[in-house]
């Protein structure tokens, strides 16, 4: 990953984990100070893919309220990756399954890396649940860094 010279931006998809801050963190350390960052928020309709702030509830029937807890929650991810040195900016993508969500915009914006955060999990328990890191690295041309939960 080394001197963050690439081309183009990178692409942090940020579900407000503790896994998605530790991404932020972990890809700061590896890429040059000051590179552009574009922080995903993926949802869908009656789907809640993220963590909400401060044990909010909201009606993931209502896509108003997914929206824009969807929008609150990118644009926390994008202040974080500021905090981190990046040049962030925030954007929601209402796609589900939420990789194809994530990948579409890595395409769609140019992007030279996708960062991403999971659980360390088995290999059953991965198959049966799939994962949204998985799916990403299967389906897209950008190179992905994957960031583990520490053991």
């Not at 692409?11 to 960052?37: F, K, T, V, W």
């Not at 981190?84 to 140019?110: C, D, H, L, Y």
Request: charged fraction near 20%; proline fraction near 4%.
């Amino acid at each position: 990953v080394g001197n963050g010279a690439a081309s183009g931006p990178v692409l942090i998809a940020y579900d407000g984990s503790d896994r998605a801050e530790l991404a932020i963190e972990r890809a700061a350390g590896q890429l040059a100070p000051g590179r552009h960052a574009i922080v995903v928020c993926a949802w869908g309709p009656a789907a809640v893919g993220f963590h909400l702030a401060d044990g909010q509830h909201i009606d993931a029937d209502d896509a108003r309220a997914v929206k824009a807890a969807a929008q609150e929650t990118a644009q926390r991810g994008a202040e974080l990756a500021d905090a981190a040195g990046f040049r962030s900016e925030s954007v929601v993508v209402e796609e589900m399954p939420t990789w194809q969500g994530i990948v579409n915009v890595a395409k769609g914006r140019g992007a030279s890396l996708i960062v991403l955060g999971t659980h360390r999990r088995g290999a059953v328990t991965g198959h049966l649940f799939g994962s949204v890191a998985t799916e990403v690295m299967r389906h897209s041309d950008v190179p992905v860094l994957i960031v583990h939960e520490p053991a």
